[in-house]
């Protein structure tokens, strides 16, 4: 596998379906927001439909198959419920993301190395359906090896101890994990498997991942989201995608 093309932005659209379902009506529209989105630059959406519809519904998910132009990366938890409704839709992409009822957010990455019988079966007929099936994990050499056994075409590295570390000051856990995502960037490529990461990327942290010449792709949401109320959506994507293109160039 080698480097071709530019460094592709995803923009998880979760968080506006938050807002709207704050007041459980129909606004802000996950799919207004993905349109703008694909104007001001991203290359794809991200949406994840949790098994307890916090934000994302099925209603979104068919809503962005009917109007997207650039690729849905559909993140789901590996339940045969969610693999039955990738299978109806088929996506561009899937990404199995670890899932608890009880957090926030994604907290980690997926336990591949533990689980890698059910998995291979599980993304085998996500894979014969024409999804390309990433797997989202931490930057750990254990579960890149089991991620790429299995079968999967990408891997998206958790980068969410960098950021945390980065937002309380601790800067030698920082650098820490910023180094074993760029040994892990190299290592998955290493492998043939295409490289991807996000959790919690902001302005100040994107550059040094952007950097790392393996990264094909960032997904980017929450920040984005937020820097909209005082932005607007757009100029927070244009900014984000132009900081993405200033660390690769």
Known sequence: MSFAG???????????????????????????????????????????????????????????MDVLTVPLNFEMAATDEMQQIALRHRPHAVCIVPEKREERTTEGGLEVAREENRLAHF????????????????????????????????????????????????TKTRDRELEALREMSSFAHSLGLEVHAGHGLTYDTVSPVAAFPEVMELNIGHFLIGESIFLGLGPAISQMRKLMDDARS
Do not use: M
């Open 123 to 170: 993304i085998a007929p996500l894979r014969d359906a024409g999804c390309r099936v990433s797997i989202f994990i931490a930057a750990d050499k254990r579960q890149i090896e089991a991620a790429h056994r299995i079968g999967a075409q990408v891997i998206e590295l958790h980068t969410g101890a960098y950021c945390d570390a980065h937002a309380e000051g601790d």
């Open 6 to 64: 530019k460094l592709r932005l995803g923009v998880n659209i979760d968080h506006v379906a938050t807002v709207r379902n704050a007041r459980g009506g129909a606004y802000p529209d996950p799919l207004r927001a993905a349109r703008i989105a694909e104007e001001a630059g991203a290359d794809g959406i991200t949406a994840h439909l949790r098994e307890d519809r916090r934000h994302i519904s099925d209603a979104d998910i068919e809503g962005l």
